[in-house]
């Protein structure tokens, strides 16, 4: 992870997090149901991996209120974490 500050705000990292290695349909791979591919907003796994790795601990919620394919509830729960979504 590369991190630096922002020209406006000092006191605010800015993380650079490479998540596109792999493609989206590998980071998929047995995880997610093939129609999922359908829906036009997909976040990549490994993106929501980092982001409940970084910022959940063991046993917190992991709420995404725009859930889409529930990208960040398959991250989530595959970790110790408890997760909720909802896609409006």
């Known amino acids: 992870m590369t991190?630096?500050?922002t020209p406006h705000d000092p006191g605010?990292?800015?993380?650079?997090?490479?998540?596109?290695?792999?493609?989206?349909?590998y980071q998929r791979a047995g995880?997610?149901?093939?129609?999922?591919t359908a829906h036009p907003g997909k976040m990549l796994p490994e993106l929501a991996r980092r982001i409940v790795t970084k910022y959940s601990s063991v046993g917190q919620v992991v709420l995404e209120p725009l859930a889409g394919i529930g990208t960040m509830l398959v991250e989530a729960v595959a970790k110790?974490?408890?997760a909720a979504c909802l896609d409006w």
């Open 31 to 36: 995880r997610y149901l093939p129609g999922c």
């Open 3 to 5: 991190t630096a500050t």
């Open 80 to 82: 110790p974490e408890a």
């Open 12 to 25: 605010v990292p800015l993380a650079v997090w490479p998540v596109t290695e792999t493609t989206a349909q």
